[in-house]
T-cell receptor
């Protein structure tokens, strides 16, 4: 699993667009980029996955530049219920058994 | 409903007890995982099973013993645990090792 770096925390207000960037400089050719959302005392929930360029679903968009060394999760018009921890994962999970696979994530706080 | 169930949801045990956590997935997936999440710490991947074969992981203490009798069921056998093992234990499954993971609700374990 490629090492990832994300901001520890972000604040936003309801109705704003939020962009969370993840750096993954040593991403491998076959690695996909996956984002998860986690609420307190619950398991993470898949948000979106991509390999290159742009991916969009009903929840979010994922922007990946040509060099794939970073990715940006975009949440349109956030609400209070989007307050959660967001994790960026890159690569095959087998290589990271026994380690902090999901990293520290980014704690997003949406304010009214 | 995520399609991944875990029992029990809460467990309190003494250090000399033996207990087991159960996970069942109804999604037809080939891979299953055990994670540990201690208070205010990142998710830690403990064990991975792919097609019922365990990915070697030598960093988890032997007081945690996984079992995967078939592709739909995963157990975590616990014995002689320590208070620091108190945490949320999450099970997840995925179609393949690089696919999105679906998490269960977790078992909140307290070791006295």
């Amino acid at each position: 699993l490629a090492k990832t770096t994300q901001p520890i925390s972000m604040d936003s207000y309801e109705g704003q667009e939020v962009n969370i960037t993840c750096s993954h400089n040593n991403i491998a050719t076959n690695d996909y980029i996956t984002w998860y959302q986690q609420f307190p005392s619950q398991g993470p929930r898949f948000i979106i996955q991509g390999y290159k360029t742009k991916v969009t679903n009903e929840v979010a968009s994922l922007f990946i530049p040509a060099d794939r060394k970073s990715s940006t999760l975009s949440l349109p018009r956030v609400s209070l219920s989007d307050t959660a921890v967001y994790y960026c994962l890159v690569g095959d999970i087998r290589a990271n058994a026994g380690k902090s696979t999901f990293g520290d994530g980014t704690t997003l706080t949406v304010k009214p | 409903e995520t399609g991944v169930t875990q029992t029990p949801r809460h467990l309190v045990m003494g250090m000399t007890n033996k207990k087991s956590l159960k996970c069942e997935q109804h999604l037809g997936h080939n891979a299953m995982y055990w994670y540990k999440q201690s208070a205010k710490k990142p998710l830690e991947l403990m064990f991975v099973y792919s097609l019922e074969e365990r990915v070697e992981n030598n960093s988890v203490p032997s007081r945690f013993s996984p079992e995967c009798p078939n592709s739909s069921h995963l157990f975590l056998h616990l014995h002689t645990l320590q208070p620091e093992d108190s945490a949320l234990y999450l099970c997840a499954s995925s179609q393949g090792l690089t696919d999105e993971q679906f998490f269960g609700p977790g078992t909140r374990l307290t070791v006295l």
